[in-house]
C-alpha cells in the first residue's frame, strides 16, 4: 500500500504539473492513470517513486513511512518496479541479461564485479517463461519486436521482486493487438502476486478492459476516480474535451530517453545455455 497526501508538483510560480491530490493505492489492484498528453499521467506516476519530486505534500510507502531521506527513497526504489514504453533496454545484451539487471538491486555494489549467482539466472529464466520469452532468452533483445522487448521489460520488473510496479504508458507504441497481450500478461502478474500495479494509459478502450481502477487526469487535476463501470459520458468530457472524441484520441510517441540502446558499438557474442546457467 502507497498513500500520496496532499501531493503536488510546481515547475515555476505559474507552470504547475500536477494540483494537490490525496491517493491510495492498494495490493491487488491495476489502477489506470487516464487522460490526454499533458494531463500530468506520467508526473503523478513518477512522484511515487520520486523521480519527480514534490513541490508539495508527501508519499508515504508501508513499512517504510514518508519517503522524505535518502535512505527511505532508495528502499522505496529497491522495491519499486518501473516499466517504460521506450523498454529501456541495451539492445547488444540478450533478453536473459537484460532481465538480470533487475537483480542488481537485491545485492550489495561488490557483487557485480563477479558473476551472478547461479540462482538469480534460473530465477531470471523464470521470469522470462511467465511472459511467454523463455525461448528467446540468448537472443539479442535488439532482435526482438516491439511486443516482445516490452515484455522483457516487464520479466525484468519482475527479476526485481517488488511490492509496486509502475508502467508509463507501456503499450503507446504497440498495436492493439501486442498491446491487448502486454496487458494481458500485466494484469495476470497483479492477480497470481498480489502485486499492485499502476499504469499510464490514453486509451480508453484498454483501460475499460484491463483497469480494477481508473484515475483520470485533466489539466493537473484528478477529474474521476472509481470503476470502470461508473465512468460515465460527462467525465469523459472531462477527461478529453468531448465524449466521441476518446475513442479517437491517438497515442502521442514520447521521445527516446537517453542514450541506453547505444550503450556500446559491439556486437556481443551469444553464449550458449550451459555457459550461462553453470
Same mark, same amino acid.
Given at each position: 500500500?502507497?498513500?500520496?497526501?496532499?501531493?503536488?508538483?510546481?515547475?515555476?510560480?505559474?507552470?504547475?504539473?500536477?494540483?494537490?491530490?490525496?491517493?491510495?493505492?492498494?495490493?491487488?489492484?491495476?489502477?489506470?492513470?487516464?487522460?490526454?498528453?499533458?494531463?500530468?499521467?506520467?508526473?503523478?506516476?513518477?512522484?511515487?517513486?520520486?523521480?519527480?519530486?514534490?513541490?508539495?505534500?508527501?508519499?508515504?510507502?508501508?513499512?517504510?513511512?514518508?519517503?522524505?531521506?535518502?535512505?527511505?527513497?532508495?528502499?522505496?526504489?529497491?522495491?519499486?518496479?518501473?516499466?517504460?514504453?521506450?523498454?529501456?533496454?541495451?539492445?547488444?545484451?540478450?533478453?536473459?541479461?537484460?532481465?538480470?539487471?533487475?537483480?542488481?538491486?537485491?545485492?550489495?555494489?561488490?557483487?557485480?564485479?563477479?558473476?551472478?549467482?547461479?540462482? $538469480?539466472? =534460473?530465477? #531470471?529464466?523464470?521470469?522470462?517463461?511467465?511472459? +511467454?520469452? *523463455? &525461448?528467446? %532468452?540468448?537472443?539479442?533483445?535488439?532482435?526482438?519486436?516491439?511486443?516482445?522487448?516490452?515484455?522483457?521489460?516487464?520479466?525484468?520488473?519482475?527479476?526485481?521482486?517488488?511490492?509496486?510496479?509502475?508502467?508509463?504508458?507501456?503499450?503507446?507504441?504497440?498495436?492493439?493487438?501486442?498491446?491487448?497481450?502486454?496487458?494481458?500478461?500485466?494484469?495476470?502478474?497483479?492477480?497470481?502476486?498480489?502485486?499492485?500495479?499502476?499504469?499510464?494509459?490514453?486509451?480508453?478502450?484498454?483501460?475499460?478492459?484491463?483497469?480494477?481502477?481508473?484515475?483520470?487526469?485533466?489539466?493537473?487535476?484528478?477529474?474521476?476516480?472509481?470503476?470502470? $463501470?461508473? =465512468?460515465? #459520458?460527462?467525465?469523459?468530457?472531462?477527461?478529453? +474535451?468531448? *465524449? &466521441?472524441? %476518446?475513442?479517437?484520441?491517438?497515442?502521442?510517441?514520447?521521445?527516446?530517453?537517453?542514450?541506453?540502446?547505444?550503450?556500446?558499438?559491439?556486437?556481443?557474442?551469444?553464449?550458449?545455455?550451459?555457459?550461462?546457467?553453470?
Amino acid at each position: 500500500m502507497i498513500d500520496l497526501e496532499k501531493v503536488a508538483v510546481r515547475y515555476t510560480s505559474s507552470v504547475v504539473g500536477l494540483h494537490p491530490v490525496s491517493l491510495r493505492f492498494h495490493a491487488d489492484q491495476m489502477t489506470v492513470l487516464l487522460g490526454q498528453s499533458g494531463a500530468g499521467k506520467s508526473t503523478l506516476l513518477r512522484t511515487i517513486n520520486l523521480l519527480t519530486a514534490p513541490t508539495e505534500g508527501e508519499v508515504i510507502a508501508e513499512d517504510i513511512g514518508p519517503l522524505s531521506t535518502p535512505a527511505a527513497i532508495r528502499a522505496h526504489r529497491c522495491r519499486t518496479a518501473m516499466i517504460f514504453q521506450q523498454h529501456q533496454l541495451i539492445g547488444r545484451l540478450t533478453a536473459l541479461q537484460n532481465v538480470m539487471v533487475g537483480r542488481v538491486g537485491m545485492s550489495p555494489s561488490w557483487r557485480t564485479l563477479f558473476p551472478s549467482p547461479r540462482r $538469480d539466472r =534460473l530465477f #531470471a529464466l523464470e521470469c522470462l517463461d511467465r511472459v +511467454g520469452l *523463455a &525461448d528467446r %532468452a540468448l537472443e539479442r533483445t535488439s532482435n526482438l519486436s516491439g511486443g516482445q522487448q516490452q515484455r522483457v521489460g516487464i520479466a525484468r520488473a519482475l527479476a526485481q521482486e517488488p511490492r509496486l510496479i509502475l508502467a508509463d504508458e507501456p503499450v503507446a507504441s504497440l498495436d492493439p493487438g501486442t498491446s491487448h497481450r502486454v496487458l494481458t500478461h500485466l494484469k495476470d502478474i497483479v492477480r497470481e502476486d498480489g502485486i499492485p500495479a499502476i499504469v499510464s494509459l490514453h486509451q480508453l478502450d484498454l483501460a475499460r478492459t484491463f483497469a480494477d481502477r481508473i484515475v483520470a487526469l485533466a489539466d493537473g487535476r484528478i477529474v474521476f476516480d472509481g470503476a470502470p $463501470d461508473d =465512468l460515465t #459520458a460527462e467525465h469523459l468530457s472531462r477527461i478529453y +474535451g468531448s *465524449a &466521441d472524441s %476518446a475513442a479517437a484520441k491517438p497515442p502521442t510517441p514520447k521521445r527516446a530517453a537517453s542514450n541506453q540502446e547505444r550503450a556500446a558499438a559491439s556486437a556481443s557474442t551469444e553464449t550458449p545455455v550451459l555457459e550461462i546457467l553453470d
